[in-house]
């Protein structure tokens, strides 16, 4: 696929393709049932992006005292999202060439199932990070995949697939916050039953992605037999993408990737006790977090297709940046009596992630340049993003309470609008590489 039939130096909007004449091999030639199982196994991967990390964030106290942890393994605890997302998703692309990215995102969710099968029966803090790992390591691979298959398979709709995936993410984000406590108080009262019914939702979303992955390995070859047989190089090894780390742009996104991780993490893992702490009963702050949580739906569908029309996307950075510090002054001068308006701010905040998934797409032009760009910008990003978590449990541990660690939660916004800024230009990493060499 030609790069400018991707996308165009000078505006991120999408160019309309002729049919199959410019579709990459694997979509050439598929069956019809193809594009709509895609689509359903898009949505359910993206479902279960999150809930492995939420659904514990709701339990995060009884899960704690369960297993006896201190507050600094409870800290390590949520730092270990972004660590397994920074060591497994810098695999993703030398795995997507080897297996292709479709046989890597099934692997992937079926590795989510069996973790969220076991962690459950954990009986130690290590046992249950090892089972969280592997869960976390079929995210971390998804993580980094999806993108690439929306570009590779939805050229002409990559802002309508990627409000898509964004919106089913932050569905399954919010659902898991909303629906754990009241599941776990349904199903008898264990902490460990509410985190093993999301078992469920992950074997589910392995089903789709078998048909789709043998079909995408079967056009793989064909497309390799051809190319052998006409002398051409495949298409994996035609265009091994731009190098990435001579990219100021690559490194503005992978460092807002990984301050937006940060909060997003932060959220996630404290935002339930911060509420606790603050008089609000455990059901209520499993509500508010998902409450920050089902802000992203909408938004993470009205953000791609704006990002997409516009040449700078810095204006958007700015402006969840500031939803971001008004929330957390919020939650240091009233936790309690605002709760439900922090939880709405931070909510929209949060929302940078589905911005910067779409600027991945876009500051991008060849699909060689997305994966590389997607494993980069997240693996860099989430590695960024590991100290956070730990830092936040530490303080909050020493101090007794939520002042320090809200303050340098706010303090982490102010670095992250001026990268979302220079993230926002309008450039890509194939013109500023190719400026370089």
Not at 21 to 38: I, K, M, R, S
Not at 148 to 157: E, T
Not at 262 to 276: C, H
């Amino acid at each position: 696929m030609a790069d400018e039939e991707i996308q165009t130096m000078n505006r991120p909007a999408v160019v309309r393709t002729a049919p199959d004449q410019h579709l990459p091999a694997a979509a050439q030639g598929a069956p019809t049932w193809l594009g709509p199982v895609l689509i359903v196994g898009i949505v359910l991967a993206a479902l279960n992006l999150r809930p492995a990390i939420t659904s514990l964030g709701a339990l995060f106290e009884e899960t704690r005292t369960g297993l006896g942890m201190s507050g600094t393994v409870a800290g390590l605890i949520t730092s270990v999202p972004a660590l397994c997302f920074a060591v497994f998703g810098v695999t993703a692309p030398r795995l997507s060439r080897r297996f292709g990215p479709a046989a890597v995102v099934c692997a992937g969710m079926a590795a989510v199932a069996t973790g969220l099968l076991i962690r459950p029966f954990a009986t130690g803090a290590t046992g249950f990070l090892a089972a969280s790992a592997l869960s976390l390591a079929g995210i971390a691979l998804t993580n980094v995949l999806l993108p690439v298959i929306v570009k590779r398979y939805f050229p002409d709709r990559v802002g309508t697939m990627t409000g898509l995936y964004s919106m089913s993410l932050a569905a399954g984000t919010s659902l898991a916050a909303a629906a754990t406590v009241p599941l776990t108080g349904a199903l008898g009262g264990s902490w460990r039953t509410g985190l093993l019914v999301w078992a469920v939702l992950a074997l589910v979303a392995v089903l789709p992605w078998l048909p789709v992955a043998r079909a995408s390995r079967r056009a793989d070859r064909a497309a390799e037999t051809a190319a052998a047989a006409s002398g051409a190089r495949s298409g994996a090894g035609a265009d091994t993408g731009p190098r990435v780390v001579r990219s100021r742009t690559a490194w503005a996104l992978a460092c807002y990737f990984g301050l937006q991780a940060t909060g997003a993490y932060i959220t996630m893992g404290w935002l339930p006790q911060i509420f606790r702490d603050a008089g609000v009963s455990a059901s209520t702050a499993g509500v508010l977090l998902a409450v920050t949580m089902v802000m992203g739906v909408p938004l993470a569908f009205v953000i791609p297709g704006l990002a997409a029309r516009m040449k700078n996307q810095g204006a958007i950075a700015v402006t969840l940046g500031l939803f971001g510090l008004t929330g957390y002054l919020g939650l240091y001068f009233a936790p309690a009596a605002g709760a439900w308006a922090w939880a709405l701010l931070l909510g929209i905040s949060n929302c940078a992630f589905p911005l910067v998934i779409t600027l991945i797409g876009l500051r991008a032009k060849s699909p060689a340049g997305v994966v590389k760009l997607s494993a980069f910008a997240q693996s860099t990003g989430y590695l960024i993003s590991i100290p956070g978590p730990l830092v936040i449990g530490a303080l909050y541990q020493h101090s007794g309470g939520w002042d320090l660690p809200l303050a340098l939660m706010a303090g982490l916004l102010v670095p992250q609008i001026a990268l979302g800024v220079l993230a926002g230009r309008d450039r890509t990493i194939e013109d500023e590489c190719g400026m370089r060499d």
